[in-house]
């Protein structure tokens, strides 16, 4: 059909206007999708992100400091706890791409045992009775002795999987969805390998782990102090850290060493829980304080990159030899020494900790619920 110039601008002068404005609209809104092995008292990451207007989509659950079906259990549990089950869980791989708790085992026979094994430690009937998380043996048993924030009423969402959700939504809000990972990254290894433009689609991948250089300190420190340099999130799931970690991610930051730098305190804790409500007074009560904010570190830096006081770029690669007594650890070059097939990422060495235990604080204190996120 012929149609003439000026008939043409016109009928698209509305439509082109409205495109231009389009994109810019869009810039302003943020979404999360937010991965995790959650537990008890791990709900300050998705407090930080809705406190610093971030609309999170959904949370995934993955194996790596408890398997997926008990992770995904306290999700729900803690979302119901403060209001806020409008946000969907949909349940991820319970099982790695290739690891097994066997087969973890025999690694650490040949090269040392890790102080955390999370998932993959031996299962202990006698620990899941005094109500920890369950580790190896049936993964699909569920301690509900374990939730100490109460047993949730709710479900998961089982209408899809985790790692398509992830898909679903990059495609549907593209360059506005962050891709939250505090756990195993087999989920985002998962989506990337369904899809080709996962990646490249999503608007940056956000992790908590990936240390480096800490060998030394792990010889010559305590077991505890070495237990915080486990790197438990790549090595339960190694050949999935490898292929999320080298997509085409537009932007992927990394929280490694810069996780273990801001540890809270008792005072903390009591200072937090002068403003009481379910979320402080579980915070005050189960937040472990010979552990820093992990999580909640990776989450500041999704929401507020201003938080950072060093940082660096590099070239990253996961060692996914089995053989390797590195394996499941990172490594990272410079461009010109690089291998082919690896990317840049931003590697974090130092935030403002005053500006992060803030953010920990303010988000407690002011939890958002359904019903704010309704307006």
């Known amino acids: 059909m012929h149609v003439s110039l000026p008939l043409l601008c016109g009928s698209l002068l509305p439509f082109l206007t409205g495109s231009l404005a389009l994109p810019k609209a869009r810039a302003e809104k943020h979404y999360a999708i937010m991965d995790n092995d959650w537990y008890t008292a791990g709900f300050v990451p998705f407090l930080i992100a809705l406190d610093g207007n971030v609309d999170v989509l959904g949370l995934a659950s ?88 109460g047993f949730p009423k709710g479900k998961p969402n089982n209408s899809t999987s985790a790692a398509n959700f992830m898909v679903q939504m990059v495609h549907k809000h593209p360059g506005q969805v962050s891709i939250y990972s505090a756990g195993a990254l087999t989920n985002v290894a998962l989506a990337v390998r369904m899809d080709p433009q996962f990646a490249s689609l999503a608007k940056n991948l956000v ?83 010979l552990f820093p904010f992990w999580d909640e570190t990776a989450a500041a830096l999704m929401v507020d990159p201003s938080i950072v006081v060093n940082q660096t770029s590099v070239y990253l690669d996961v060692d996914t030899s089995y053989g390797s007594p590195n394996y499941g650890n990172i490594h990272v070059y410079q461009k010109a020494l690089a291998p082919p097939g690896i990317g840049k990422v931003k590697y974090v060495f130092e935030v403002d900790a005053d500006k992060l235990k803030q953010r920990v604080k303010h988000s407690l204190q002011h939890p958002k619920s359904c019903a704010d996120l309704k307006k």
Request: net charge negative; with cysteine.
């Open 207 to 289: 992790i908590m782990g990936g240390y480096v250089d800490l060998n030394m300190l792990e010889a010559t420190g305590s077991i505890m102090l070495a237990d915080l340099q486990s790197d438990i999130n790549l090595m339960i799931d190694p050949e999935a850290s490898k292929i999320a970690l080298t997509a085409d991610f537009p932007e992927i930051i990394v929280a490694g060493n810069v996780a273990n730098q801001v540890m809270p305190d008792q005072k903390f804790l009591d200072e937090v829980h002068e403003v009481r409500n379910p979320y402080t007074d579980l915070f005050h009560r189960y937040y472990d304080l």
């Open 62 to 149: 993955d194996t790596a400091n408890t398997w997926q079906p008990q992770v995904a259990l306290h999700a729900v549990a803690t979302l119901e706890a403060g209001n806020l089950s409008c946000i969907p869980v949909y349940p991820g791989a319970t099982w790695p791409l290739i690891n097994t708790p066997h087969r973890f085992q025999a690694w650490e026979s040949i090269h040392g045992k890790l102080p955390w094994e999370g998932a993959f430690a031996p299962e202990n009937k006698t620990l899941d009775a005094q109500g920890n998380d369950p580790t190896s043996g049936n993964p699909n048993r569920i301690v509900k002795s374990a939730f100490k924030e």
